[in-house]
């Protein structure tokens, strides 16, 4: 007779208190001075350098606690497809319009899950970092 072996617990890490500041802790990172909500933090990637601004992370915080309860990046739609097959979050449906003529990727807003382990949050928000950065 066949036995169900017992599922092993998934050990998740959570973010923890540090996440905000590794957020605006990143090179060309700065964070909005003007904001519509107490409660919600944007970041972008103003890389002068490159010659390029672009809004990156959007984080909705309770004034309870340092942790964020809401994680949206800016993705290509390729990548917001794999993270969302992955079960990471979901894309809005809304595009980000391209910025002019040149050919690149189309950009969607991606909302992560903020329950998901702390290295799938982390490997959306540098995967949105680096197509920011490649996009210039």
């Not at 909302?111 to 996009?135: F, H």
């Amino acid at each position: 007779m066949w036995k169900r072996q017992p599922k092993a617990s998934v050990d998740r890490t959570l973010i923890s208190d540090d996440f905000l500041e590794w957020v605006a802790n990143m090179p060309y990172v700065v964070e909005r001075t003007r904001s519509s909500s107490s409660t919600v933090r944007v970041y972008d990637i103003d890389c002068e350098p490159l010659g390029h601004r672009s809004p990156w992370v959007i984080l909705e915080c309770s004034p309870d606690s340092p942790l964020p309860t809401g994680i949206s990046v800016l993705l290509p739609q390729s990548l917001a497809e794999k993270a969302a097959t992955a079960g990471w979050g979901h894309s809005y449906t809304h595009k980000v319009p391209k910025r002019d003529s040149v050919d690149r990727p189309a950009r969607v807003v991606f909302r992560i899950d903020a329950l998901a382990d702390r290295r799938y949050i982390e490997t959306v928000v540098m995967g949105s970092y680096r197509a920011l950065i490649a996009w210039t």
